[in-house]
């Protein structure tokens, strides 16, 4: 029995420019298990664990760790050493499909840049016998899409992202404090997934503390998550989450519990909000930096790939320097 392969759509094309995005690259920095050499940057010690080839030193881009004062002393010119990279990649991402992320008010919706994340990242580490895989989280239950490798099983993970519905039969979602918060969802990754690789968890990352100064609630699991893997966080977010306008008596349904609210935008509960919409993103910010997890900001009304290239420089700019985090610019060429 022959299998019908999936078409790939306009809008998954347009959400994964293939050609733009593998002109990037991502480093990975953390030892990985695997059998292929050559690939990917390792752990112990430094970058790597095998001498490759000298070449000059750069300042601001290479780490003075890594000079080759033997071949400096005999040029005169200082040269680093080159490490080669430790085994193949296994890459597994976490993708927040609860309806919040069905939220969207600028280019395109939460889900859609979610997407189109996970599939930056697919093109940036995948190469021969690398595999990606997935768990979805839903607002009910968790859904574990196995790793493959090959353009075409990335591609066929990625229309399941995007046909994935928001809940079933449009029924209002119960009340998410069971087993699909966000801290649980990165508790089965680190469980179901220990062969150490890539870890990327894509979300708005909107899970609120119990209290004013605690810390998120994802955070305990995300820091055990980074003591194996090479994490990285990409947080969604619409411009909406961040301010809203005075427009007077508006009508709003919570997409987490269904719960109706009529609420009145004066210019005083506006500026409450952004006060405490920009608090909630330092938390987070500071909780990731906390964690020593890569923090990549990407807005449904920005340029998103723009935004992801000046994050793969910049990491590989400060690869074996410890995890460092990205944000967007200030200003940016929004998407038509």
């Not at 690939?39 to 300042?59: D, M, V, W």
């Not at 290479?62 to 033997?70: K, L």
């Not at 040269?79 to 069905?102: F, G, K, N």
């Not at 609210?261 to 906390?290: F, G, S």
């Amino acid at each position: 029995m022959t299998t019908e392969r999936r078409p790939r759509t306009d809008r998954l094309t347009r959400l994964a420019p293939e050609r733009t995005l593998r002109r990037l690259q991502l480093d990975i920095t953390r030892r990985l298990d695997g059998l292929l050499h050559g690939e990917h940057l390792g752990l112990i010690p430094g970058p790597g664990t095998e001498l490759a080839e000298a070449r000059l030193y750069q300042p601001g881009e290479d780490d003075v760790r890594h000079i080759d004062w033997a071949v400096t002393a005999r040029t005169t010119t200082p040269h680093v050493r080159d490490l080669i990279a430790d085994h193949e990649l296994e890459t597994w991402a976490l993708v927040d499909l609860t309806p919040s992320m069905d939220y969207g008010t600028a280019a395109l919706p939460k889900r859609d840049l979610a997407v189109a994340a996970l599939a930056a990242v697919g093109f940036l580490t995948v190469r021969l016998g690398d595999r990606v895989g997935a768990y979805l989280l839903h607002h009910d239950h968790l859904h574990r899409h196995p790793a493959r490798t090959g353009k075409h099983a990335l591609y066929t993970l990625l229309q399941t992202v995007l046909d994935t519905p928001i809940h079933p039969n449009d029924a209002p979602p119960p009340d998410t404090t069971g087993p699909t918060r966000l801290s649980e969802g990165i508790t089965s990754l680190a469980r179901g997934q220990t062969r150490r690789g890539l870890r990327v968890v894509i979300s708005d990352f909107l899970d609120l503390p119990p209290a004013p100064d605690a810390p998120p609630p994802w955070e305990p699991a995300l820091r055990r998550l980074a003591t194996r893997h090479h994490v990285l966080a990409i947080e969604i977010i619409d411009p909406r989450e961040l301010d809203l306008p005075d427009i007077g008596l508006v009508h709003m349904t919570d997409p987490e519990t269904g719960a109706d609210h009529e609420i009145a935008l004066t210019p005083k509960v506006a500026a409450a909000y952004a006060e405490a919409a920009a608090a909630h993103r330092a938390a987070n910010h500071a909780a990731l930096r906390r964690c020593g997890v890569p923090h990549l900001q990407l807005r449904t009304d920005r340029d998103w790939i723009a935004d992801i290239a000046r994050f793969a420089l910049r990491q590989r700019r400060v690869a074996g320097r410890g995890a460092p985090t990205a944000r967007p610019a200030t200003a940016g060429r929004a998407r038509p």
